[in-house]
């Protein structure tokens, strides 16, 4: 089993798991080897037999993010979320609507999984909010939904690097920032909007940084991790 020192700065790094089966995703880790300790599992995988790969995961020592932005009824998403307390990951999304959120910290109390209130998408930017019918600028709503994540005992929030500082004023210290849309200097956006890069991200006050394709589409995926890893570095 890997074992993780306490305050490995490797945590801070999670690796998305974006392939469409779970043969590349377990190939993608074999090849990362101890560069990487901490992966993102989301719906493409899931429904792919991830959820097996996660198990796997966990029982190596390593860490599991399972991104499932969940939102529904109250009774839905509380079962959602024990059944991921089972599951043994050590983060899971919630979609940043009150309702949802109070619903999940009632059902993951006394667990030590730590949830996550997505905020707004990083590929949605002032004008997607606003063809969605919101009025609010993506600042604003991170803003709205960072305070009630924070009043209603969530573990931290998702947001866009471009809002981490934001968000890291309304959480204090204590809670996670997790920031997707980072990229390495010169790195393709694919179709995230509100990017920055590594360090930029960890500066403007992020705890754990998700990045995919740059490490994943990667000639040598553990030596774009190393890199990334060596990049953000322990923060002051």
Known sequence: ?????????????????????????????????????FYKIGFQLVLAGGLDLARELIADGRKVFLDMKMLDIDNTVAKGVESAVRLGVQMLTIHAYPGAMKAAVEAARGSEICLLGVTVLTSMDDGDLRAAGYAASAAELVE?????????????IVCSPLEAALARRILGPGL????????????????????????????????????????????????AARAIVGEIGPRA
């Open 176 to 223: 996670a920032v997790v920031t997707p849309g980072v990229r390495p200097a010169g790195g393709d956006k694919g179709d995230q909007k509100r990017v920055m890069t590594p360090a930029q991200a960890m500066d403007a006050g992020a705890s754990h940084i998700v990045v995919g394709r740059p490490i994943t589409a990667a000639a040598d995926p553990a030596a």
């Open 144 to 156: 709205r939904r960072a305070e009630q994540a924070r009043e209603l005992g969530m573990g931290g």
């Open 1 to 37: 089993m890997l074992a993780i020192p306490p305050g490995d700065v490797r945590e801070s790094l999670i690796v998305a798991l974006d392939v469409p089966s779970v043969d590349e995703a377990r190939t993608l880790v074999a090849a990362l080897g101890e560069e990487a300790v």
